[in-house]
């Protein structure tokens, strides 16, 4: 995901900001760029594609006295990856670059197009820029008009902003996205949107709450909370470790995806829900025009989110949907007609049998959709529309937080079709909404949650195979529990319908079999348990996943009452995930790197 820096200070900007820059480039990006005031003079660069492009841009610029400067590295998500989208983002005598979404862009836009404002670019963020400048001519004051446009935004943000009147200071807010500063004795302040461009400058870091704005100057870090009172920075020693501070602590990037689901999915919700409507502004509404069925097409993971979208748009958006591994459709001559919609699901944007499905949907006229986490991708690059999930690149092989935001987008758009084919009640429609808000809460890992986990994986580590169950969606899930598992411990797992275990795989049931069973309370519960039952009874050892106690299992582990099964299906499935990661910890494998794996699969 985007990327943020700044620096005040004596030393080589340019060096020190791009220097930042490469320190982020593991998150992500497709497109940089840098400002810098110097004696008075703003100079910017910007470039698509990698930071090599941006330093060659930037080869004669000197900087070498006392200068303010800001950079960004942007993954793009509203607007197409082009320098012209690339921060920062210039007014007239100022400049900003900003993580996050603004929701209310298009309102603040329409205004200020009226007052005759010019844009640039097609982003949420050059408002901030016209909105402040805006601002400056009534308050008359920098900092006034910098608080006041803050209080007119809506969304997440971190955001730093450099003016031309004032040449020791950069203004600075944070609401919703990560953002730090450091300082050190030389009287440098150094900004970033994680720890490590700071490490090796800076002593002592201070986080940003959500609200905090403020500025720097050389003598001064001013720090107001969201009421405007003015606060002491709570300093903390920075680490020195680059790789763990990659990690934000965690002992994995797996593990940090896991626990990231909760700011990810939010991301990929927001400026999408309104009151009673999904709006995704990336869509051409004609293209759903003529379109009587949707087919889904992709791989492993990819397969299984679009899987759960089999259920979800026949249920709520009453279209008919089918389904295709990717590999198997390639070569099994599809009779493929004009009113299907083919949609292809990837996190990569680059599987080559998801891709070559693609072609082969376009080469037959079918109008085409990729669900997508990486923009300018081969398949972003070739479908006719794209939807980005925003879950920020993902390092682990084990694919976790693509999963959730792929769900998370398949669920808006399902209701976003049920509206359009009024399958769906406006009330309804706002019911699912008020829900899907509550998705970031749902997948948030609790600490008793992660212990009891880590304690009952003890348990699970030989025995002669796991079957994970469910019905519904859950069996989506059961399917993506098991391939977690397998792929990371190394462990034989299944995934399987619940009420299919009885047309044979029972036969397998004693106490060495282990079933992971997704027991949601609010879709088929009862049916769900007796198939649970039946397994019991034949001494496989449980391990049920549910917010109901369940007598007949060995081992439980409870998931937060949820008001809807959806709700319940994110709970649930950051339980698969932390039981596949505590189990592979246990087995000592290389979690981020399992075995026989590439994260990336283009070859056939
Ligand atoms: C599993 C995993 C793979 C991918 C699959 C498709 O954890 O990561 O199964 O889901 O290779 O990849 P994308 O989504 O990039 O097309």
Same mark, same amino acid.
């Given at each position: ?254 593990? =940090?995806?896991?626990?990231? +689901? *909760?700011? /990810?999915?939010?991301?990929?919700? $927001?400026?999408?829900?309104?009151? !009673?409507?999904? @709006? ?120 976790? =937080?693509?999963?959730?935001? +792929? *769900?998370? /987008?398949?669920?808006?758009?399902? $209701?976003?079709?049920?509206?359009? !084919?009024?399958? @769906? ?180």
């Amino acid at each position: 995901m985007c990327g943020i820096v700044g620096y005040l200070g004596q030393k080589n900007s340019k060096e020190i900001l791009l220097g930042g820059l490469k320190e982020l480039e593991y998150r992500g990006y497709d497109s940089a760029g840098i400002a810098v005031l110097q004696d008075g003079k703003f100079e910017s660069f910007k470039a698509i594609g990698k930071l090599i492009n941006l330093e060659e841009k930037t080869k004669n610029f000197v900087t070498d006295k006392f200068s303010i400067g800001i950079g960004h590295t942007r993954w793009a998500t509203h607007g197409k990856p082009t320098e012209l989208n690339a921060h920062p983002h210039i007014g007239s005598e100022s400049y900003v670059v900003h993580n996050g979404i603004i929701e209310n862009y298009a309102a603040l836009k329409t205004e200020l197009l009226k007052d005759g404002i010019t844009f640039l670019s097609q982003t949420d963020t050059e408002v901030i820029v016209h909105q402040f400048e805006k601002n400056l001519k009534i308050t008359k004051s920098s900092f006034e008009a910098f608080k006041k446009t803050i209080s007119q935004l809506e969304g997440a943000y971190a955001i730093l902003l450099v003016t031309k009147g004032k040449e020791k200071t950069i203004f600075f807010a944070k609401n919703g996205s990560p953002m730090l500063v450091g300082v050190n004795a030389e009287n440098e302040k150094y900004f970033a949107s994680s720890d490590t461009p700071l490490i090796g400058h800076c002593t002592d870091v201070n986080y940003f709450e959500d609200g905090d704005y403020g500025y720097v100057t050389p003598d001064e870090l001013a720090i107001f909370s969201k009421d405007g009172k003015k606060q002491e920075p709570k300093f903390t020693k920075l680490s020195t470790n680059k790789l763990s501070a990659q990690k934000d602590g965690f002992r994995f990037f797996m593990e =940090k995806e896991i626990y990231e +689901q *909760v700011d /990810v999915i939010a991301d990929t919700l $927001l400026g999408r829900l309104h009151d !009673n409507e999904v @709006l995704f502004d990336e869509l051409d509404p004609t293209l759903f025009e003529g379109i009587n069925e949707i087919k889904l097409c992709a791989c492993g993971t990819s397969y299984h989110s679009a899987l759960t979208a089999t259920y979800l748009f026949e249920r709520y958006s009453k279209i008919k949907t089918s389904i295709e591994v990717a590999s198997e459709f390639r070569y099994r001559s599809p009779i493929m007609s004009k009113d299907t919609l083919f949609v292809v699901i990837s996190q990569s944007g680059e599987t080559a049998d998801t891709l070559e499905t693609l072609k082969m949907a376009k080469a037959a006229g079918l109008k085409t959709l990729v669900i997508c986490n990486v923009d300018n991708s081969s398949m972003v690059r070739l479908a006719d529309a794209c939807i980005l999930t925003r879950a920020g690149v993902e390092k682990g092989v084990a694919s976790t =937080k693509a999963f959730a935001t +792929q *769900v998370t /987008v398949f669920w808006m758009l399902s $209701l976003y079709l049920a509206k359009k !084919n009024k399958a @769906l009640s406006n009330e309804e429609i706002a019911r699912q909404i008020t829900l899907l808000r509550e998705v970031p809460a749902s997948v948030k890992v609790s600490d008793d949650m992660h212990e009891r986990i880590k304690r009952l994986s003890k348990r699970y580590l030989h025995g002669h195979g796991f079957f994970f169950i469910g019905r519904d969606v859950f069996y989506p899930l059961a399917l993506e529990g098991a391939l977690k598992l397998k792929e990371i411990s190394y462990l034989h797992a299944e995934g399987y319908p619940s009420g299919e275990m009885k047309h044979g795989p029972i036969a397998l049931a004693d106490p060495e079999l282990f079933t992971i069973a997704l027991l949601p309370q609010h879709l088929l519960y009862d049916k769900a348990k007796s198939n649970v039952e039946e397994l019991s009874a034949r001494d496989s050892t449980i391990c049920a996943i549910s917010a109901v106690e369940f007598d007949k299992a060995d081992d439980f582990i409870a998931i937060n009452k949820c008001k809807d099964y959806m709700l319940e299906f994110f709970e649930m499935m950051v339980a698969v995930q932390v039981l596949s990661l505590e189990i592979s910890v246990r087995l000592g494998n290389d979690v981020d790197m399992p075995r026989n794996l590439a994260k990336s699969v283009t070859v056939e």
